[in-house]
């Protein structure tokens, strides 16, 4: 991380981009405003694959042929690696979707504004709304991650610090846990079951190595800054 290139060579000039999902060292995704890239050669090319109904704010792939994008009022999903996309309907109309996180094909979440969060058993062919959570009703929730098929994490809006929630018995009930930070907090994820990070407004950057508590605790371990770290990513060989 000492230093960076610029990796834009093929990107459409004036969108922003949101999200990113390597599937392997060489092959990755990207979407944005209006727009899905790939690249197969490790960023140094991009590829302006498709071009979606309004903004795509976050992608992911459970292999080299299924993968997912949430956005402004839509989902998409594809089972050719890319090659076609279709638009699926979920179980609220005009939702703002901010996050999606697919443990395997077949299981998935999602969630956006107005503290939703739906869930499909079946690679999204129905999706059921997840009741029962603590948030406020007029809370985004910005960023989920899970684990393993048990413990789930989302975070979300809110100018004080209860914008994390957490599950431990694969989404049935819900408790919230506070960030220590007041600000929004844009991004999560674990490097195992206990650690896992947090990002938001300010460039908080939290953490905690006791994720499978039923009290875990947060600590904020950069010094804030004056701009936004909205997303995490972990690769498995650093």
Known sequence: G?????????????????????????????????????????GLN???????????????FTDADNGWVAGYT????????GAAWEYVMAPTNGMQWRDVAFLDRTNGWVCGQKDFIIKTTDGGASWQIVT??????????????????????????????????????????????????PTSLLDIKFTSPQ?????GSSGYLVKTTNGLSANPVWTDILPARDFYIARIRWTVNP
């Open 2 to 42: 000492q230093t960076w290139d610029l990796r834009t060579n093929g990107l459409p000039a004036g969108h922003y981009w949101y999200s990113l999902d390597f599937i392997n060292s060489r092959t990755g995704w990207a979407c944005g405003s209006y727009r899905v890239a790939r690249t197969t050669d490790g």
């Open 46 to 60: 991009w590829t302006d694959v498709f071009t979606v109904s309004n903004t795509a704010r976050a992608i992911q």
């Open 74 to 81: 839509f989902l998409l999903h594809t089972t050719n690696g």
């Open 132 to 181: 029962g959570t603590p948030m406020p009703s007029n809370q985004y929730l910005y960023g989920m991650t899970w684990t393993d098929a048990t413990n789930g994490w989302v975070v979300g809006s809110g100018a004080d610090t209860n914008n994390l929630f957490f599950t431990h018995d694969g989404g049935v009930t819900w408790y919230g846990c506070t960030s220590g930070v």
């Open 195 to 199: 650690v896992g990070y947090a990002c």
